[in-house]
């Protein structure tokens, strides 16, 4: 089992900047690709990163590429979003997750079978 909590979500203008952090306990954290993904008010969970184990692979959704960077500490068991020129529509609940077999899809979630409780990231115009 591994336990997952993010942190560093909250209310900012367009064009910011914000870091979410994932801090994991339970099982060895760097055995599990980690996620990120979000979620606005009425509509469907997007991908919006995700890096291997090692940290080696990073991978990005189409919206956010070029403005966010995932990293990972295994020593600290934390994984990072670091999130610039954030626009309105990035507003959302984000959640991460983490799985072994997301390694082989790591934009598909239904291969993560741990989640934390998300964290509201909210960007307003």
């Known amino acids: 089992q591994v336990q997952l909590v993010e942190s560093g979500g909250g209310l900012l203008q367009a064009g910011g900047s914000l870091r979410l952090s994932c801090a994991a306990s339970?099982?060895?954290?760097?055995?599990?690709?980690t996620g990120w993904f979000r979620q606005a008010p009425g509509k469907e969970r997007e991908f919006v990163s995700a890096?291997?184990?090692?940290?080696?692979?990073?991978y990005y959704g189409d919206s956010v590429k070029g403005r966010f960077t995932i990293s990972r500490d295994n020593a600290k068991n934390t994984v990072y979003l670091q999130m610039n020129s954030l626009k309105p529509e990035d507003t959302a609940v984000y959640y991460c997750?983490?799985?072994?077999?997301?390694?082989?899809?790591?934009?598909?979630?239904?291969?993560?079978?741990?989640w934390g409780q998300g964290t509201q990231v909210t960007v307003s115009s």
């Open positions: 339970g099982r060895t954290f760097s055995n599990y690709a």
């Open positions: 997750a983490a799985g072994s077999a997301a390694a082989f899809g790591p934009r598909n979630p239904s291969l993560y079978p741990y």
């Open positions: 890096i291997s184990k090692s940290g080696a692979n990073t």
